[in-house]
């Protein structure tokens, strides 16, 4: 029987502090704690605090760089890769200093990290780990295998990476979805309508991560392209400080670059936009998309399988969008003042497949069954 449940991952992680603090709220009698590397470091804000209970294992933090960049994202994961043995040492001493531990391994790293201490644990990799890092690298492939093959279960947010996951290690994986806070969205929409100020949407949010992988660039030069002046406000949990430099050309100056932004921030923006953009190279189960929709805005997204799991009330927000089109960002405008015309109301479906209480109750029974 467990009495502990470890969360093994990057502490400034916000997906993983997010199921960390689902947890939290909905504890039925166990200890909650974080083992780590990663508290801040590279211009990440730190987002665990003095009541949470961190067991630290070799931080690397002040190893890293000052700021976030490609290479500065080689040499983390080098780094991270040749002090692994060192990991693995300090993991096993606490797993044997704390009895009756199940882990939470969230991201491959840590699944690997797991496996090789000797824990038990249920791993839950990122999209990425599954659908794009294991057909770019042969050892990443053999990397993934090694930390999926001995894990309790693993859960995966969408079908394309239940897919991988069965390709890779021919494992069933279980599809839990990312949930969301449906509450503190509900209290952003009130304190917006408690200011008793008329207001109107307004411009577009960029919301994913300022990297080549969400095309930035592709949405700031078809602003161009297809002659609009409509500001555009970005917020990014993560950036690639070359990348941003690139795009400074195509910046307009009546944007707002607002960076990483606190959760309720980020609810009240989506609250106030005309359009969300969100247009990945790859995705797997966006949560600021579902996050977005559910404050009532129109997402231009680019075609993804997650799209069809989506009940109706959800897809009646999202407008798919062609890059191949010169004016494809002006089509989506068009349809987002279309789609404002009728309120968001999730139906039923919507409501059961995404909120985060009820995905983690879902979590907790792969835990500790």
């Known amino acids: 029987m467990y009495n502990k449940l470890v969360f093994l991952c990057g502490a400034r992680d916000f997906h993983a502090m997010d199921w960390y603090k689902s947890a939290l709220e909905l504890n039925t009698g166990y200890e909650i704690v974080i083992v ?60 044997k200093k704390h009895k009756s531990c199940i882990y939470h391994a969230h991201s491959m790293y840590y699944l690997v990290l797991a496996r090789a201490a000797g824990v038990e644990y249920v791993g839950t990799p990122q ?13 990443f492939k053999w990397f993934a295998k090694y930390g999926l093959q001995k894990a309790k279960e693993i859960t995966v947010d969408s079908e394309n990476m239940k897919s991988g996951v069965k390709d890779l290690v021919n494992r069933d994986a279980v599809i839990i979805q990312n949930g969301i806070d449906l509450d503190a969205i509900q209290k952003s929409l009130e304190l917006l309508q408690s200011r008793k100020i008329e207001y109107a949407r307004e411009g577009m949010l960029s919301i994913r991560g300022f990297t080549p992988l969400y095309r930035i660039k592709d949405i700031l030069s078809n602003r161009i392209t297809s002659n609009l002046s409509l500001k555009i406000t970005y917020i990014y949990p993560f950036y690639d400080d070359n990348y941003k430099v690139e795009c400074d050309s195509f910046i307009q100056t009546n944007d707002i670059d607002l960076g990483r932004v606190e959760r309720m921030k980020m609810y009240q923006l989506m609250n106030e936009t005309k359009l969300v953009i969100s247009i990945p190279l790859s995705d797997s189960s966006p949560r600021s998309v579902y996050e977005a929709i559910f404050c009532g805005a129109p997402v231009a997204i680019t075609y993804n399988n997650y799209y069809e799991l989506l009940p109706q009330s959800m897809k009646d927000r999202i407008i798919i969008v062609d890059l191949n089109l ?22 039923q479906e919507a409501i059961e497949m995404f909120d985060q209480r009820k995905s983690f109750k879902k979590m907790e029974t792969l835990l500790f069954s």
């Open 127 to 139: 999209g990425s780990d599954v659908l794009v890092k294991p057909f770019r690298s042969r050892f």
């Open 326 to 347: 010169n004016d494809w960002l002006k089509y989506a405008l068009i349809r987002a003042e279309e789609i404002l015309e009728e309120q968001f109301v999730p139906d």
């Open 36 to 95: 780590t590397d990663l508290i801040a470091g590279e211009g990440y804000k730190k987002i665990v605090t003095d009541k949470d209970i961190v067991y630290k294992l070799l931080i690397l933090d002040n190893l890293l760089f000052s700021k976030q960049s490609s290479f500065g994202h080689l040499w983390r994961n080098l780094l991270k890769f040749l002090v692994l043995p060192v990991q693995v040492l300090l993991l096993k001493k606490f797993n």
